[in-house]
């Protein structure tokens, strides 16, 4: 039942089990690849999808990527008053009317805050 594994027996071993890991690793860093790419293109195709009813609502996950700005930037924009909200069972929604509104009124602010980063 115990056998003692001689040197080049257990090199081989080694070898083989870092060799397969060296393949997951690859596999997992090119899955990785492709997620990031299809989520980029995913966001990118819903942006020019997400004008082209004035009535459909955005969540708070689907405005902060649009706008690139957090949760806590769109918190501020409502207790200021400058984006209009509806909440629905505890959610905040907004409709995509009153983000193009807000964007045209605001766009000067993000063009200055992308020239600062």
Partial sequence: ??????????????????????????????LTNARNTET?????????????????????????????????????YRSEGHLPYRMLHHKIYYKVRDVRAFIAAHIRDFNNDLLLK
Avoid at 4 to 10: E, Y
Wanted: charged share 35%; glycine share 4%; net charge negative.
């Fill in 40 to 76: 980029e293109t995913e966001v990118a195709g819903s942006a020019k999808d997400l004008f082209e009813g004035e009535e459909r609502l955005l969540d708070n996950q689907d405005l902060c990527l649009l706008l690139q700005v957090s949760k806590r930037s769109l918190q501020r």
């Fill in 1 to 30: 039942m115990s056998e003692l594994l001689d040197k080049a027996t257990f090199e081989r071993w080694t070898a083989l089990i870092a060799e397969r890991l060296d393949n997951i690793d690859e596999g997992l860093s090119l």
